[in-house]
């Protein structure tokens, strides 16, 4: 599964060269992330009011390949590429709208916990829903081992 999202580049978002402040491109994943799981029937808000399951980030990395400057209109990638009883692994790609070139890669590993910080479950509507999608074949792969 995977959604596109688009954002562009505001002057606030850059820096002293012109160029899109690298920190941005996390929050750009979290509009993708959080686009994407609505898409798919699952609302943050909903999840945390209702089931009181919170996600926060537990890893995040990022790798920029080329620079994305003011006004440039960004397409966000988004995919699940892994995920268990308690994590939600996320991909993403930010390309340059006008030329496809691809901006930056990354990744980022979300944790179910409760209302008071304690690991948990993933919500059972969500963790029927991710058994439901085919991983790539590396992550296959590696549960099978």
């Known amino acids: 599964m995977e959604r596109k999202t ?13 160029r899109a402040y690298h920190a ?20 943050y808000a909903r999840v945390e009011r209702e089931d009181g399951c919170f996600l926060p980030v537990f890893e995040a990395s990022v790798k920029y390949t080329a620079p994305a400057v003011f006004d440039d209109e ?10 268990s009883f308690v994590r ?8 340059r709208v006008r030329d ?10 979300l944790v179910a916990v409760d209302t008071q ?4 479950k993933l919500p059972d509507d969500l963790r029927a829903y991710l058994a439901g999608l ?12």
Do not use: K, S
């Not at 994943?29 to 898409?39: D, K, M, Q, Y």
């Not at 960004?74 to 995920?83: A, P, S, Y």
């Not at 496809?100 to 590993?109: K, Y």
């Not at 085919?134 to 081992?145: G, S």
């Open 134 to 145: 085919p991983l790539p074949p590396e992550q296959d792969r590696r549960r099978r081992e």
């Open 24 to 43: 941005n491109y996390l929050t750009w994943f979290e509009c993708g992330r959080v686009e994407l799981l609505r898409a798919e029937g699952f609302d």
């Open 6 to 18: 688009r954002v562009r580049v505001r002057y606030a978002e850059t820096d002293c060269m012109g």
């Open 88 to 95: 939600l692994t996320f991909g993403y790609e930010a390309r």
């Open 100 to 109: 496809g070139v691809l901006c930056a890669r990354g990744r980022t590993v």
């Open 117 to 120: 910080g304690e690991p948990r």
């Open 74 to 83: 960004l397409e966000i990638t988004t995919r699940i590429v892994d995920h």
